[in-house]
């Protein structure tokens, strides 16, 4: 790494400033900020052991203050006196220079709040307070019989991250949801997602609906919310932590970079830079268990954002090579691991221009965790920085200038307000093969509906405190903390139901509105040709488009004007029933859905001390699950995607026909030639067995229970709630039948000393 030779004057006992260096004598001159004044944090460093749960489980080291800084003179100023005994978490400067807003915790039982401050240090004032039920939440998931490592929330919610809305409003992160991230197998990691209140706190709504964490608000140009959304939906669970975009009503959410890019896993702290339209700056972080620091990359989005070709890194000697831990160069030019972090790293960058940066730094020397070692400097995009101010005593964070700014546009959308009383929106799909060019047209005759479930928190297994221990009893695995499937998604998946494609391609229908919604393609014989691997919250009354599947936010722009498509001409469709169902809204339930199949037609031969290839398809109960439905996975008779394994993988855009139905050998074997594969080896094998299974004669409606639970990647339980373990057997909520309304409950219809 090149570093400017600097030169420090001493302006008090704690305050610290660089000189110009020789021959960069610009470098620290007022006119590259643009005000003579900087706000910025003192906070000792986090020490969290993941990207996102500095608010959760970081040892508690009070003090610091936010603080302004004199480019004239060095001289530091505290603006919040009265609060210095609790920990600052995150700040926004408003538009016109004149107010803070800013996160506050005041103890370790207690949860981050909201604040607000004039610039001067006058007019404190809270703005979010705790919610009414904040101490029965306490008492509720507040375990002292369990280890602390284990244990589940210590305080009852956190509001975080505030950001300042173009319309007054104030958007934030919050776990006010109530999720638990799905990765997280004892429900001690909790979910944040995105809300907005009015500037008094009132008025305060949810925007999103994640299953697992978003943060880092900031407002665009344009006036949308960017912000970072951690996702999974059959890819590594580690890798899609991307930057997204919503306008402040929630509504028109769209991916800004990062879906199908694994590594670095966390794309966060993203702002726009002035003066470059669609450029970026972003910081790469590892998942674990640095605290949101990393290096700094900034992202040019007419490229191919589908690429790493975006991704122009301004620190080239510090990467995030694999889930926890960082890659630094050495001298030689060559790259080694170093999760303790002793190298240079970076936090909090504020683009001053397209090549000029302000950031927290720590250089090479302490570990990630020293109290002390964040200092704030300018970067260049050669990677060169020099120091702007010290504290020898805490860590610096969060630079900005405090100067007016101007304020962006208020984004409309357009609301249906018939269709926002009943909770649903509006999606139009202008050409289903968009993106999907390799499949012939007219393949395509269904949409299957799916939504992602998140864990609530009231789905803890409050009945047995080795749960989180996972001892005897428990219902944890492979990192479930109510158990959904074996080594497949770690979400629950309900279906909504299909609805009709136009032979041009179109579809014109209604979704569920504040669901995380994603959508299958699906042939006649209702398989699935490709899955939609991400998923979007319709806000309600909400008309959203796409013109097909892998869509970019160029594509919009670029494609052909085709005049009013056929679904267009018609009513929205309703999400209804395929073939063999009651209702288009239903649970996936291996027991009840696929089961009943093999025991029709599988288990005569399939069963018994030798079984037929060794394949016994009883659904005989297991620890977890059922025998067939573990025979049939570890086979490698269909494709799955493990979110566990790998990690960091799985992400990378997948052709059509990839995943389920139409790249299986159990499904190829009594499809009767409807799936042709395209592996000859699995074609080989498929056919061997279709000739030996040749007196099985499934319906069509029973071989789509077995194909529809192909293309859901093979899940078992249908809900959250409910004793999962085979110890609980003789138990009257053991394993018990799920419906629709109780997989999307976000509570148990069964009162707690019964559950």
């Known amino acids: 790494m090149k570093k400017l030779i600097i030169i420090t004057l001493l302006f008090s006992t704690s305050c610290l400033m660089a000189e110009p260096a020789p021959g960069r004598a610009a470098l620290l001159k007022n006119k590259d900020f643009g005000c003579d004044k900087i706000v910025f944090i003192k906070r000792v460093t986090y020490t969290a052991n993941h990207y996102y749960s500095e608010y959760k489980n970081g040892a508690w080291l009070p003090g610091g203050n936010i603080c302004v800084l004199s480019l004239k003179n060095g001289s530091v100023r505290e603006l919040v006196k009265e609060l210095k005994d609790g920990v600052f978490g995150r700040f926004d400067l408003s538009y016109d220079g004149k107010r803070i807003v800013f996160d506050w915790k005041k103890t370790y039982d207690d949860g981050y709040r909201i604040y607000e401050i004039n610039s001067d ?24 019989k369990i280890p602390p490592v284990y244990r589940g929330y210590h305080h009852g919610t956190d509001d975080m991250h505030p950001c300042y809305l173009p319309d007054g409003g104030i958007a934030f992160i919050s776990t006010r949801c109530q999720y638990g991230t799905l990765c997280g197998a004892w429900g001690n990691f909790s979910t944040t997602v995105l809300y907005r209140m009015d500037a008094d706190g009132k008025n305060m709504k949810k925007l999103t609906n994640s299953s697992v964490s978003e943060a880092y608000p900031s407002v665009l140009p344009d006036g949308r919310i960017m912000y970072t959304r951690w996702e999974y939906v059959d890819k590594g669970a580690v890798s899609a932590k991307c930057l997204w975009a919503m306008k402040p009503d929630g509504s028109t959410s769209s991916e800004i970079y990062g879906n199908d890019i694994p590594l670095p896993p966390s794309f966060i702290q993203g702002r726009a830079i002035p003066g470059a339209p669609n450029t970026f700056i972003m910081l790469g972080a590892p998942h674990y268990p640095q605290t949101g620091i990393g290096t700094v990359i900034r992202l040019d989005m007419s490229k191919n954002i589908r690429t790493r070709e975006p991704m122009t890194y301004m620190t080239p000697y510090v990467d995030i090579r694999s889930e926890g831990g960082f890659a630094f160069k050495n001298e030689n030019g060559q790259w080694y691991n170093d999760r303790g972090g002793k190298g240079p790293i970076f936090r909090d960058p504020y683009p001053l221009s397209e090549k000029l940066f302000m950031v927290s730094h720590k250089p090479a020397g302490p570990g990630w965790t020293d109290p002390k070692a964040f200092d704030l400097y300018l970067l260049d995009e050669e990677g060169n920085v020099q120091l702007i101010y010290k504290d020898p005593a805490i860590s610096c964070w969060q630079p900005c200038p405090l100067k007016k700014r101007e304020k962006p546009p208020v984004p409309e959308t357009a609301i249906d307000r018939k269709m926002a009383e009943k909770g649903l929106a509006t999606c139009v799909v202008t050409d289903i093969y968009h993106g999907m060019e390799e499949t012939p047209r007219g393949t395509i005759k269904y949409i299957r509906v799916l939504e992602q479930v998140p864990r609530p928190w009231a789905a803890n297994r409050f009945w047995y405190e080795g749960e989180r221990t996972r001892g005897a009893g428990s219902d944890a695995y492979d990192q479930q903390h109510s158990v ?6 770690l979400g629950l998946k309900v279906q909504h139901g299909i609805v009709p494609v136009e032979d041009d391609g179109s579809a014109h229908f209604i979704v569920p509105a504040e669901k995380s919604i994603f959508f299958q393609a699906l042939d006649e014989n209702y398989m699935s040709v490709q899955t939609e691997r991400t998923y979007v919250n319709y806000m309600p009354g909400e008309t959203r488009a796409c013109i097909g599947c892998h869509e970019t936010p160029s594509d919009a722009a670029t494609a052909k004007a085709k005049g009013v498509v056929k679904a267009l001409k018609r009513a929205p469709s309703i999400p209804g029933p395929q073939p063999g169902e009651d209702k288009g809204g239903r649970p996936l339930y291996f027991p009840a859905d696929v089961q009943p199949v093999l025991d ?14 060794g394949l016994d398809l009883r659904g005989t109960p297991t620890t977890y699950f059922s025998n067939s439905y573990e025979k049939l996975l570890n086979r490698k008779y269909l494709p799955i995607i493990g979110e566990n394994h790998p990690k960091t993988g799985n992400v990378h855009y997948l052709p059509a026909r990839s995943l389920g139905s139409h790249n299986s050998i159990l499904v190829a074997m009594h499809s009767k030639g409807k799936v042709k594969l395209k592996d000859p080896k699995m074609a080989e094998t498929a056919a061997k067995l279709a000739e030996k299974h040749k007196k099985v004669k499934m319906k069509p409606e029973e071989l789509l229970k077995i194909t529809n639970w192909v293309d859901t990647n093979g899940q078992f339980y249908g809900m959250w709630w409910g004793r999962k373990n085979l110890v609980h057997k003789d138990h009257p909520n053991f394993r018990p039948i799920p419906t629709f309304k109780r997989a999307i409950s976000m509570v148990s219809i069964i009162p707690e000393e019964e559950r």
């Open 121 to 144: 240090g006058s007019g404190l004032r809270q703005v979010t307070f705790p919610q009414a039920d904040e101490k029965e939440l306490v008492r509720k998931y507040k375990n002292p």
């Open 484 to 489: 959904i499937t074996k080594k497949t998604h």
């Open 600 to 613: 029709k037609h599988c288990i005569k031969c399939h069963s018994g001390e030798k079984p037929k290839a």
